[in-house]
């Protein structure tokens, strides 16, 4: 099977490298051949790390990196799925479904890897609405086992079907999710999140000790804000304004410290600095 992934930063190169794994063809895009250098060296040092650890051959690592082409433009895309894992921006999506319904070969399934944005909004500005579907993965990608499949309105049940399958086919455990704002997992996850952030803004603790109440008072394997500041503290800011939007519900509305903290640039690990500070 090709399959083509929109987006080569961590989500993107990590599915593209289980789908490569697996025994697929990628395609990994991006807007810039230096994003998608940058990919395909993420993706080699998971590899490496890998070997190093006897999970996988030296050949075998070869053969993975070899089912991964670079695709420096969205140009007739001869692929049987198109996985969009592009930023959690709306306008930034519909864009690209946009490009890659005109583009992708007609047959062609397209997939976004949205973790809050409506399937049935990306699907309508295509002409197959019936072959859009959501396909949640979880960071680390080829760690996790989760994903998220979610069907919007029009999503037909063999496109379903077919995106189970190859999720299964992946190694990960897909479950079905109706097309709700921010789904099951940030549905559950970005209001804790976010309650953990308003508790340092109230100064009801550091951050450090509400990670510790977390991981030992509930066992949790991260605190809610070292998970913060993985995910990303702009992306945690844009879906829970998804959610504050879609349900219009009070209990959704991002704390102000995390609006200050992304207009300030601090945006966890990638920026070096969030509610820790990274060298």
Known sequence: MKIAVV???QMGSGIAQVAAASGHH??????SPEFIESGLAGIAKNLDRSVEKQRLTAEERIAILGRISPATAIDSFDVDLAIEAATEKL???????R???AQCSVNARLASNTSSISITTLAAVTNRPERVIGMHFMNPVPVMKLVEIIRGIATSQETFDFT???AEQMGKTPVEVRDFPGFVSNRVLMPMINEAIYAVYEGVATPED???VMKL???HPMGPLTLADFIGLDTCLAI???LHDGFGDSKYRPCPLLRQYVAAGWLGRKSGRGFYTYP
């Open 7 to 9: 987006g080569a930063g």
């Open 26 to 31: 990628v395609l990994l895009n991006d807007r």
């Open 91 to 97: 306008d930034t999506k519909l864009e690209l479904f």
């Open 99 to 101: 490009v890659l319904d």
């Open 164 to 166: 189970r399958d190859l």
């Open 210 to 212: 509400i990670d510790t």
């Open 217 to 219: 008072g509930m066992n």
């Open 240 to 242: 829970m304004q998804v």
